[in-house]
C-alpha cells in the first residue's frame, strides 16, 4: 500500500526554465512534507519541507506547494540547472512521528 | 561540520550470514533511524533509536535489530540474510527537540549508505 505516490517516474526539461514535481498521498493524517535530492552514490539530501499548516514554502529556487484537500503537493524549481539533475523523493511524516514515509522517487534530467 | 557517516560502504555476504552496519550521527543530533532502499523504491523505514531504545520499527522481521551507544552512534544487525534483503541501508539522524521546531527536528539527515549484497 503506497501511502505517498510519485506517479511520473521521470522529468526532462530545459536549463532555465522551470521543473514541477508531483507527490500525491493518501493518509490525511500526515502533517509534514519534505523534499529530498539524490545523486548516485549519495544518500538523500534534504531540500525543503512543508507543514500541513501552510500551503506554500520557498528557500531560494526552491517552493513546495501544499494542497491538503486534494492530498498533493508540488516541488517548482525555477529556473532549473543541470546541476538539480538528481533524482527526488517526495517523504511524510504523521503527528509526532519522526518516521518518514517516502515515494519510489522521480528521476529529474536538466539539459543545457 | 562533519555529516553523517556510514561504514562500510558496499558488503558481499552469503545467505543464512549475519552483517552489522554502522552510522555515526551529524554532530548535535540525538536519534538514529535506518532505511532500506530497494533497487527503484524509496526509502523504507526500518526503526529509530533515541536515548540507547528503539522508539519506533518499521514493518520489518525481528532479523532486523540494532543498537545505540551512549554517544549516540548506531549500529544495524540483520541475521539470517535472505537475497531479498540486498538493498542500499541508509542511516539519518536528527534532534530529537529543535529550539527552531518546539519539538523533535522533523528533517532527518541521510549519510551515503551502505550497499549490501547478498549472494
Known amino acids: 500500500d503506497q501511502q505517498v505516490k510519485q506517479n511520473s517516474p521521470s522529468l526532462s526539461v530545459q536549463e532555465g526554465r522551470i521543473s514541477i514535481l508531483n507527490c500525491d498521498y493518501t493518509n490525511s493524517m500526515f502533517d509534514y512534507f519534505l523534499w529530498y535530492k539524490k545523486y548516485p552514490a549519495e544518500g538523500p539530501t534534504f531540500l525543503i519541507s512543508?507543514?500541513?499548516?501552510?500551503d506554500k514554502n520557498e528557500d531560494g529556487r526552491f517552493t513546495v506547494f501544499l494542497n491538503k484537500s486534494a492530498k498533493h503537493l508540488s516541488l517548482h524549481i525555477v529556473p532549473s540547472q543541470p546541476g538539480d539533475s538528481a533524482v527526488y523523493f517526495c517523504a511524510a511524516s504523521k503527528g509526532g512521528s519522526e518516521k518518514l514515509v517516502f515515494g519510489k522517487g522521480m528521476k529529474l534530467t536538466v539539459n543545457p | 561540520d562533519a555529516g553523517v557517516t556510514q561504514s562500510p560502504t558496499h558488503l558481499i555476504k552469503t545467505r543464512g550470514q549475519q552483517v552489522t552496519l554502522r552510522c555515526s550521527p551529524k554532530s548535535g543530533h540525538d536519534t538514529v533511524s535506518w532505511y532500506q532502499q530497494a533497487l527503484g523504491q524509496g526509502p523504507q523505514f526500518i526503526f529509530q533509536?533515541?536515548?540507547?531504545?528503539?522508539?519506533q520499527r518499521g514493518n520489518f522481521p525481528d532479523r532486523f535489530s540494532g543498537h545505540q551507544f551512549p554517544n549516540y552512534s548506531s549500529e544495524l544487525n540483520v541475521n539470517a540474510l535472505l537475497l531479498g534483503d540486498s538493498a542500499l541501508y541508509l542511516c539519518a539522524s536528527s534532534r530529537a527537540y529543535s529550539l527552531l521546531a518546539g519539538g523533535p527536528s522533523k528533517e532527518q539527515y541521510f549519510g551515503p549508505g551502505t550497499r549490501l549484497t547478498v549472494t
Open positions: 533509536y533515541y536515548e540507547e531504545e528503539e522508539r
Open positions: 512543508i507543514s500541513s499548516i501552510k
